[in-house]
């Protein structure tokens, strides 16, 4: 089969981007009140050891998926490590659902409400997921074609208002951010993004230096996206808003542009990698109740019932206090999820090595 890379790259780069300029930024700048570069980088060097460590461990394997994996060893291997990782991609579904749909209501669909935008979301996401992998990583090749160069156009125009001496100070000797709820809440952005790595092989092929290569093309994103808010308003004002910056965006005035408001343009696009992030999600959690129910079962069948769920659970998030709540909960099943799985992968795939080597 031919190798998928730059397809795996562009797909990962586009969920992140989708992650990236909503709550991030808020996260971040409620972590520290000076040099938030730290904690930035912190977290994305945390991010890179995680997929360095994962596709090693999934390499030694050569070709096979998560599922296959676990399995081969038992089946309460398989449950330890994929009972919380369904769980965790349920919640982790329903409630950027629910976060996603807020967040379009409030800057240009006021009068929508809430459950339409949500049903809506979940429709395109389900349609993807019932393409299979390979159609969605298609998918995002197009969307890649579409929609970056109206990214990169908004992120340059969003600089026209930035006064650079925010910047400073550029050092904290104080790391107390580390202990912050809200900078754990900041890992949905640096690896709540990744886990399919383990589940598209064999059926999307990939090289694994290309990923971890392809995934430092993520830092200038993960800067701008807490910087031009901070170098627009200043760190006491930047930290007063839930979408900083989204309002920062907001600010920005082109004359010459024959539509008013450019944040539209970037929510649009934004929004639209936030489908295939669900989509791809949710695609997981199909892929692991495959392997639960009888075969008969048709996975259209699977997608109608998980996206059912999702809207169920979703629309019975009353408020956005109630969505931050579940953000922090579902951090620390995420911490789990993400250190467990990379580390249990690396040390199996290094046992199965040492076993063929012995036999041989």
């Not at 990214?151 to 050092?171: E, G, K, R």
């Amino acid at each position: 089969m031919m190798d998928k890379s730059l397809q795996v790259v562009l797909v990962h780069i586009l969920i992140h981007i989708g992650l990236i300029f909503f709550i991030f930024p808020t996260n971040i700048i409620d972590t520290t009140t000076a040099a938030h570069w730290i904690p930035i980088l912190l977290g994305f060097l945390f991010h890179w050891i995680l997929i360095s460590l994962y596709t090693k461990g999934l390499s030694l394997f050569e070709s096979q998926n998560l599922l296959d994996i676990y399995i081969q060893f038992s089946k309460p291997v398989a449950v330890i490590f994929l009972l919380p990782l369904f769980i965790y991609t349920f919640m982790v579904t329903s409630v950027t659902i629910r976060a996603y749909a807020e967040t379009i209501s409030l800057v240009f669909l006021s009068d929508t409400p809430l459950w339409a935008i949500m049903l809506l979301t979940l429709l395109i996401s389900g349609y993807i997921t019932s393409l299979g992998v390979q159609a969605l990583f298609r998918t995002g090749m197009l969307m890649a074609l579409i929609f970056f160069p109206l990214i990169a156009f908004v992120l340059c125009m969003s600089f026209q208002n930035v006064d650079w001496h925010y910047i400073f100070p550029l050092w904290n000797r104080h790391f107390s951010f580390l202990t912050n709820p809200d900078y754990l809440e900041s890992s949905f952005a640096f690896f709540g993004g990744f886990m399919y790595l383990g589940f598209i092989q064999p059926k999307v092929l990939f090289k694994r230096k290309k990923i971890i290569w392809g995934s430092l093309l993520l830092l200038p994103f993960f800067l701008m996206a807490v910087y031009i808010p901070l170098l627009t308003f200043g760190e006491e004002t930047a930290s007063q808003y839930h979408f900083p910056f989204i309002v920062a965006v907001d600010t920005i005035d082109i004359t010459w542009l024959m539509f008013d408001r450019i944040t539209m343009f970037f929510l649009l696009c934004t929004v639209t990698f936030v489908m295939l992030f669900t989509a791809l999600t949710a695609w997981i959690n199909v892929e692991i109740l495959r392997r639960c129910i009888p075969k008969s079962i048709r996975t259209s069948y699977i997608v109608i019932g998980l996206s059912l769920l999702t809207f169920i659970m979703g629309i019975n998030i009353p408020d956005w206090r109630d969505v931050e709540l579940l953000f922090g909960l579902n951090a620390w099943m995420r911490l789990y999820v993400y250190l467990t799985i990379p580390s249990s992968i690396f040390i199996l795939g290094w046992i199965s090595r040492r076993k063929e080597a012995a036999a041989a």
